[in-house]
């Protein structure tokens, strides 16, 4: 304890050689990458949410030479198809390979907030943001764990604030096309990062402006820009060209996303929830940012800037994983903020900076995963059910989709009464209308009872091999305020021509099972029905 004290009140802080130096940055990295992988082992084989079942089931029938868009309802841009797709030819029929993409992409992201750090505040910088945002990325309360396109989006959206970063001072005509390509890529993964990018491209452009002061370069720049965002886009639509389903991709994809925002527009307080969870869990980060803003150094308004307009694009939502978007931008201005801390006076004269930071370091890492520290011993399914409770039937749909394998062949078209497209995707069996998920028309807009009308004849058109009825509010059929037009005419329908083979009933939080047969009284226990033609 003497010898301790003695080294913290020492005038003269140790000094490391080059040659350590360089071996405590090599481990620092060693011991992220660790970290990264012992945060995600369990998260590979979690069962498919349904927003992965909807960009899967949509890869599987791009599979099978059928358009996306056209025959199966999808809110998302096209690049989560072309990764879905890309996922399914390393293995077709598993649960990881998205997800290993979706860690690379993540992995990405943290090397390119490292070296944005690093350019910005130095070494010990870069390696601060990458560890902390490597814990920051463990957050369940994001659902970070799913490959959702937030986590697709983030890495071209933090290759476009690199670009800015490392050649703002002497771009060339590349730099610019590039710009644009990266800036389109993030869009067509998932528009919430409109503002991010509007900021850094203005921002760029203004300063580029000031500099040279000439109407006619900004414009040429402006073309380049727009040139590589032109040519991405045309890219990405070049299928759709082909096989049909442009139209219906802008209609699911830019119209019907109006429709959604607007619905779920709650203002403030969609984010309430979120922000008291970082206020509870993150409390140390929290204190941190509090200190950045009170001292406001160079870069600050930039990167201040940059997390408000991350903030801007999702503060409406109550959805958990939208709010990953703001990890990067506030891992730089924590590593920032930290920057500072150590650049005090009493610090530098006193104590050996780079101890210090890392023991700063490591007490906001614990800081980050010791409330969450029970996710990381989950099995698969555990780790699902804790994420997503029972009331998303997302651990029960491989039990369904197997007694849709039992009672039907691969030529049958089956209809899922609910937002749940992983069954189909399980199953391998095609939906008899493109409404694969209910949202669109169980919402409470102008749109809903022509869908439902659509849907209605689709069903009478095709007369589906089987019906599988969701009864969790959180699946989108039942419970919502729309028409009930669809509703009456499908209960008519089951009660006419189909018999109940059986459901997935729950007997607490943690276990359930299939049951074949069911009392009057036990019917509403059950999380999903399966219905089969007679």
Known sequence: ???????ITSRKPIKFSKEARVILIVLSIALILVLFILIRWNCYNVPFDRDEGEYAYSAWI??????????????????????????????????????????????????????????????????????????????????????????????????????????????????????????????????????????ILIYWLWGEYKGKNDYRRLLITIGQILTGFILVILASLGYYFVKGGVRELFESAVVFNLYYANEQGYGFS?????????????????????????????????????????????????????????LPFWALFLTFALERVLRGKLIQ????????????LVFLIFIIIYPIRTQYTKTSKELSLWIYDKDNPFTESKIIADKIDQYSTA????????????????????????????????????K??????????????????????????SSGFVGRNSSTLLFNYLMAMITDDYELKGGYVWYDGSSGAWQDEFGEDEIGEASLLVFVKK
Do not use: C
Request: no cysteine; aromatic share 16%; glycine share 6%.
């Open 270 to 326: 969609a984010m309430v929830p979120h922000l008291q969870l970082f206020f509870k869990d993150w409390w140390a980060l929290i204190l941190l940012s509090g200190y950045y803003v009170f001292i406001r150094p160079r870069n600050f308004w930039f990167y201040a800037g940059l997390l408000f307009f991350a903030l801007l694009g999702i503060y409406q939502s109550a959805v958990g994983h939208y709010y990953i978007a703001l």
């Open 448 to 473: 809903a009872v022509v869908y439902q009308k659509e849907v209605i004849s689709d069903l009478g058109d095709s007369s589906p091999k089987m019906i599988v009825l969701s009864q969790r509010q």
């Open 349 to 360: 004269k006193y104590i050996n900076i780079n101890l210090f930071a890392s023991l700063l």
């Open 411 to 446: 030529g049958d078209t089956i209809y899922i009464a609910g937002s749940e497209p992983q069954i189909l995707w399980y199953a391998k069996r095609m939906s008899p209308t493109r409404f694969v998920i209910t949202y669109p028309h169980s919402m409470n807009t102008e």
């Open 62 to 199: 791009m599979r099978e030479g059928v358009a996306p868009y056209k025959n199966s309802f999808l809110q998302k841009p096209p690049l989560i198809v072309y990764t879905y797709y890309l996922a399914q030819l390393i293995s077709s029929d598993s649960l990881w390979p998205p997800r290993l993409l979706a860690t690379l992409f993540l992995a990405g992201t943290v090397i390119l907030v490292g070296l944005i750090a690093y350019k910005e505040a130095g070494k010990r910088a870069g390696i601060v943001a990458s560890a902390l945002l490597t814990a920051m990325f463990s957050f369940p309360y994001l659902m970070v764990n799913s490959a959702n396109t937030e986590e697709f989006m983030l890495l071209p959206l933090l290759g476009l604030l690199a670009l800015y970063v490392f050649f703002k001072d002497k771009p060339i005509w590349w730099h610019w096309g590039l710009a644009g390509v990266l800036a389109a890529t993030s869009l067509l993964y998932k528009p919430i990062g409109v503002f991010v990018i509007l900021f």
């Open 1 to 7: 304890m003497l010898a301790t004290t003695k080294y």
